[in-house]
């Protein structure tokens, strides 16, 4: 797959790592792998903004040459330290004997601590700027979207937004815009993005936006690292950012738990009935058949979340546990939340649960159901009841 030309003389140069399943170690799904999103601009003078992962370094320097001598780069952009786009400058350098490396003083330092590279490096800030010909280069830093020393360039002539690891998806696909693409499938991964990336640092998403709006910056389209180009309509991704940022979610409920013997599971069951019943969609997982990264994509989308787990040495199932530690880095706000669980003499589980609810801020709205050994049918009449009255406190919230 050679370039594509996302404006005239502005050039993805990326590479679409399709076979990635895996990302940020093990901790992040790609059932749909992702794309390393580079962008060259030719004008008088010519930047590269963004690199890809090490091991596509090739590719895109293929590309690159497609249009022109790398050697006649005079800027490489380094929008973020991450290996994910800065994992190729070393090779893309060692081509471009001219080229300054321009980033944020943080990036220089982080650049400096991953590569070990003594390289020309051109520190900029908020509102500097870079003049190419016909065009122009703006910064704005963007701490912790996702690192430290995050920054988005901005091309003014063309309302062009490159925000880097922001509003990007990891979707390996042919396609390179978001016109191109099944609508379902591009927001489904933007939220699984949002949700186990950019979620806990969801104030300073609201305060970034706002500040671009501030500075009355107009955005006809923004091109992400990852994943496709909003052109056809990017305010919905922004729109999307805010919403999730601020907890906006449905009334509807994610049920996540796991058993050992089936006792826990059959309350389960009867809790989504339950909740149902009220007209709610509820979502059932159990762990380890779902994916973490998943479930936390449901989360973000769900009012409301009750996890069970029996009782195994005095406290939760550990498959559990993951999910458990996520919620108190995520830090999910606006979330209402419940426990249970089966359990044989002293329990302990739906405290472990509860514990972690408080620690990630989600309010309890429902005592523990706890049941011993395996339910008979008033105690699963019980977990219905649970379920419709929880399904009640979601819609009051
Ligand atoms: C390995 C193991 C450890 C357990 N530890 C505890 C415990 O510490 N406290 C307790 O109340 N029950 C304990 N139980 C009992 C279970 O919680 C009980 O069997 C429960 O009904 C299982 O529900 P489930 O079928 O949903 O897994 C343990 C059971 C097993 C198999
Ligand atoms: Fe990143
Ligand atoms: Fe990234």
Redesign the pocket.
Same mark, same amino acid.
């Given at each position: 797959m050679g370039s594509v030309e996302v404006l005239k003389n502005i050039f993805w140069v990326g590479a679409v790592d399709w076979n990635i399943r895996h990302f940020h170690g093990f901790t992040y799904s790609t059932h749909r792998g992702t794309t390393y999103n580079a962008y060259l601009i030719v004008d008088k003078k010519t930047a590269l903004v963004d690199s890809v992962y090490a091991p596509f370094a090739g590719e895109m320097i293929e590309k690159i040459m497609e249009i022109v001598d790398p050697s006649e780069i005079d800027y490489v952009v380094a929008n973020h330290v991450e290996t994910d786009h800065s994992g190729a400058i070393s090779e893309v350098l060692k081509l471009t004997p001219k080229a300054k490396l321009v980033g944020t003083a943080r990036c220089r330092d982080g650049l400096q601590k991953h590569y070990f590279g003594d390289w020309d490096f051109q520190v900029v800030k908020t509102g500097d700027r870079i003049d190419l010909g016909k065009r122009s280069l703006s910064f704005l830093e963007a701490p912790m979207l996702h690192w430290p020393d995050s920054m988005f360039t901005y091309i003014e002539e063309d309302a062009l937004l490159l925000p880097n690891d922001a509003f990007g998806q990891h979707l390996a696909t042919s396609k390179r815009f978001d016109d191109e693409v099944d609508e379902e499938v591009l927001m489904e991964e933007a939220a699984k993005y949002y949700a186990n990336i950019l979620w806990p640092f969801s104030k300073l998403v609201v305060k970034k936006i706002e500040e671009v709006q501030k500075l009355g910056l107009k955005i006809n389209i923004i091109a992400p690292s990852h994943g496709i180009i909003w052109r056809n309509n990017p305010m919905k991704i922004v729109e999307s950012y805010l919403k999730w940022a601020k907890g906006e979610s449905e009334a509807k409920v994610l049920v996540v738990y796991d058993?050992?013997? %089936? &006792? #826990?599971?059959k309350?389960a069951r009867s809790i989504v009935e339950g909740i149902s019943s009220q007209g709610l969609e509820a979502i059932l997982l159990r762990l380890p058949f779902s994916d973490r990264g998943d479930i936390i994509k449901e989360l973000l989308g769900a009012r409301g979340v009750i996890v069970g787990s &029996? #009782?195994?040495?005095? &406290?939760v199932?550990p498959t559990l546990s993951p999910l458990l530690e996520e919620f108190e880095g995520l830090k999910p706000v606006n979330k209402v939340a419940a426990a249970f $669980? &089966?359990? %044989?003499? $002293? $329990? $302990?589980?739906v405290k472990t649960i509860e514990e972690t609810f408080e620690k990630a801020g989600m309010k309890i709205v429902a005592p523990a159901l706890t049941l011993?050994?395996?339910p008979d049918r008033n105690e699963l009449q019980r977990c219905v009841e649970f379920g419709r009255e929880f399904a009640e406190k979601v819609v009051e919230t």
């Open positions: 058993t050992m013997w %089936g &006792s #826990t599971e309350m &029996s #009782t195994i040495n005095n &406290s199932i $669980g &089966s359990y %044989g003499w $002293g $329990g $302990g589980a011993k050994w395996v």
